[in-house]
């Protein structure tokens, strides 16, 4: 099992930062994917940014590549979202999460792919 906690959201002015955490713990390398999803209100869950854990591959979607990057210190077993030049369009609940099979390599945009998950923070931005 892999247990993942999110922190870092916030309330911030468009244009600011913001750095999400997701520190993850137990069975850690059998995770083959780990990424960010966003979720607003009556809209369905949307791909962020995935890292392959072996490789460092980095993913983006087209909406923050620019301006949102993923890092991660293994040594703290945490993967972080730097988050600059927010928009109020990037206003959503931001979920960590981690894929255990390999064929979320090649499907890592898809919420499906994925079966472990933060319990989410809140990014607002206002402008």
């Known amino acids: 099992q892999v247990q993942l906690v999110e922190s870092g959201g916030g309330l911030v002015q468009a244009g600011g930062s913001l750095r999400l955490s997701c520190v993850a713990s137990?069975?850690?390398?059998?995770?083959?994917?780990m990424g960010w999803f966003r979720q607003a209100p009556g809209k369905e869950r949307e791909f962020v940014a995935a890292?392959?854990?072996?490789?460092?591959?980095?993913f983006y979607a087209d909406s923050v590549k620019g301006r949102f990057t993923l890092s991660r210190d293994n040594a703290k077993n945490t993967l972080y979202l730097q988050m600059n030049n927010l928009r109020p369009e990037d206003t959503a609940v931001y979920y960590c999460a981690a894929a255990s099979r390999p064929d979320a390599r090649v499907r890592l945009m898809s919420p499906l792919s994925y079966d472990y998950w933060g319990q989410g923070t809140q990014v607002t931005v206002s402008s």
């Open positions: 890292i392959n854990w072996i490789s460092g591959a980095t």
């Open positions: 137990g069975r850690t390398f059998s995770s083959y994917v």
